[in-house]
């Protein structure tokens, strides 16, 4: 997840951007005994619209990137301090009802001994689960939906009976798919993220005081 938050040069976001494809996205993973479903959510613009398959293409060519470089354990490492600081230090719950409720949430994901922590902290890092996932995240293992103001629903070859919507639904083109498996990040300009640089590792409190001279002045 670091890698898709990361928004600076040769990243996804700022490609996007810069082709005004798309103003932003959102990211989330769902998992559950049957299995884990990662979304992708783009807000694209007007040209983004028109041309989906060009946002796709910019997807799996970052997403081809990060899957042969691999887990970088120095920028997984950033991740697990930082999200040890954010626990350590976040703010108190508005209510008790909303710190019973979100406990209770977490009661049928994780064992009793983590749900205060699943989901926040990362105690023992997988490396081995993380490259899995991204050896999943492929072209063949997608499903895409495109949704338009201008969709003429009295066209739609599909209705949805409870939501009383039209819309239509057909395979993905091979073509398609073959030219999303063979996306360069090179080719665009996409970079792997780099290392997180301003993860706090010391967060003691200084004692010291000044002298009875008062402050020294530094600059």
């Not at 970088?72 to 350590?88: N, T």
């Not at 001994?113 to 926040?120: H, R, S």
């Not at 995240?137 to 209705?159: E, G, I, K, R, Y």
């Not at 091979?174 to 030219?179: A, S, V, W």
């Amino acid at each position: 997840w670091n890698a898709m938050g990361h928004y600076g040069p040769g990243s996804l976001k700022a490609l996007l951007l810069k082709e005004d494809l798309s103003q932003s996205y959102s990211y989330y993973m769902e998992s559950t005994v049957a299995g884990s479903v990662v979304f992708f959510t783009f807000q694209l613009t007007q040209k983004g619209a028109q041309n989906a398959d060009q946002v796709l293409e910019y997807l799996f060519a970052y997403l081809n990137l990060l899957r042969t470089v691999g887990v970088d354990s120095k920028v997984l490492d950033g991740v697990r301090q930082l999200r040890q600081v954010s626990f350590d230090y976040q703010e108190k719950k508005s209510s008790e009802y909303e710190a019973v409720s979100s406990m209770g949430g977490s009661l049928a994901a994780y064992a009793p001994e983590d749900v205060l922590t699943g989901g926040v902290l990362i105690e023992q890092p997988n490396a081995a689960l993380i490259q899995q996932m991204l050896d999943s995240l492929v072209p063949s293992n997608m499903n895409v939906a495109l949704v338009s103001p201008t969709f003429d629903a009295s066209l739609a070859s599909q209705h949805e009976k409870y939501y009383d919507f039209g819309y239509n639904e057909s395979a993905i083109c091979p073509d398609l798919i073959k030219r999303l498996e063979k996306a360069e990040a090179s080719s665009f300009g996409l970079a792997a993220p780099p290392e997180l640089t301003f993860v706090p590792t010391k967060l003691d409190l200084i004692n010291e005081r000044a002298s009875s001279d008062g402050p020294e002045l530094l600059v």
